[in-house]
């Protein structure tokens, strides 16, 4: 296996060949560090940048993880954390891709006119429900709550 590099302590990276009418995009850059050069060129440096990285990536990731039961965009934070990894690290990169991916591919499933119209439907019948049940309880107990708040 050919990792492109026969120098002990330099960085192998693979790079993605997929070319639009001759330029890459930013989305189809070559997978591997992003680090500097100078930080790459040194291996202790590297390590330790790649450790900073990674207690940072954590940091943002466990935070959208706790947020994701709470009020806040949990999920937004943790792509957030997956990023800063994919700076240094091939296997983030390779999940965002995916990620993107399969975003991509939902979002024009939802596109799609008759997911559309199912999706109206649904959300049409669903707000119906909520209005009955909503009128149903004001039926049954007036706006006063059902709870004596003047005995407490």
């Known amino acids: 296996m050919n990792t492109g590099s026969n120098e002990p302590g ?3 990276v ?3 060949e997929t070319e639009v009418d001759g ?3 930013d989305s189809e850059q070559g997978l591997g560090s992003r680090a500097p050069e100078f930080v790459k060129a040194r291996r202790a440096l590297h390590v330790s940048w790649q450790v900073g ?5 954590l940091a943002i990731v466990v935070t959208g993880i706790i947020l994701l039961p709470l009020p806040g965009p949990g ?4 792509f957030g954390g997956m990023a800063v990894w994919a700076t240094e ?6 999940v965002l891709r995916w990620t993107k991916r399969k975003v991509t591919e939902a979002a024009q499933r939802a596109l799609d006119p008759k997911v559309r119209r199912r999706n109206i439907i649904l959300t049409t019948i669903g707000l119906v429900i909520v209005g009955v049940l909503l009128g149903i309880y004001l039926w049954k107990f007036g706006i006063v709550m059902p709870w004596k708040i003047k005995d407490q």
Do not use: R, S
């Open 10 to 12: 330099e960085v192998a």
């Open 23 to 25: 330029v890459k995009g």
């Open 14 to 16: 693979a790079t993605d």
């Open 53 to 57: 990285v990674f207690v940072i990536g």
């Open 89 to 94: 690290f091939v296997w983030a990169q390779l």
């Open 75 to 78: 999920w937004v934070i943790i």
